[in-house]
């Protein structure tokens, strides 16, 4: 059995599988997202060019504006969706602990403390990465999420691990929104 390098448990609950479902979308449905940014552009441009005086110039600006924001709906939906199966049946959200080795990971169910998984870094399909945690795909429907309060100051040294472990670079979600607390962030106008 490998020696365990990195140790990571995690409580889920409805925001950590709305934020597992979000990087999904991120990684997995570029093709989708960049299809609906250039619809509400076109909209946008429609809007101005032709009907920006009337009814139709307003619907028109109203819809792209649901499809440049409306982007995670369908992803909300199935983990909330998930998130209620969970509590109408009356089960706890999944407890678990991941053990990362030489070579691969190891999902250890909570409390039974089983092993339900191992998965070789070979196997991992994409990396993705917001402020609050890594995310580690090893297929396009499910990942799993590393908190990185729980890495405490080792989380660049996980992040470096993982990725020279597999081979791929994490990819960093990119809205306006995250872009400008960076750009705060650098110049100490905001904590990071």
Request: net charge positive.
């Amino acid at each position: 059995m490998d020696s365990i390098l990195f140790a990571i448990k995690i409580q889920h609950d409805e925001n950590t599988l709305i934020a597992l479902s979000h990087m999904r979308y991120d990684l997995f449905c570029t093709g989708n997202r960049v299809a609906r940014d250039l619809l509400a552009a076109l909209l946008v441009a429609v809007a101005v060019l032709y009907g920006n005086t009337g009814l139709w110039g307003g619907l028109l600006i109203i819809f792209a504006c649901f499809l440049f924001t409306g982007s995670y709906a369908s992803s909300n939906r199935t983990a909330r969706r998930i998130s209620d199966q969970i509590r109408s049946a009356g089960l706890p959200f999944p407890c678990s602990e991941y053990r990362f080795g030489k070579t691969g990971m190891r999902v250890i169910s909570m409390p039974e403390q089983e092993e339900t998984d191992f998965l070789p870094y070979k196997g991992v399909l994409r990396l993705g990465e917001d402020p609050r945690a890594y995310y580690l795909f090893f297929n396009p429907y499910g990942g799993y999420m590393i908190p990185k309060k729980e890495l405490g100051s080792r989380a660049d040294e996980f992040r470096c691990y993982i990725e020279m472990k597999t081979g791929k670079a994490f990819v960093r979600r990119q809205t306006p929104a995250l872009l400008l607390r960076e750009w705060l962030a650098s110049r100490r106008i905001i904590l990071p």
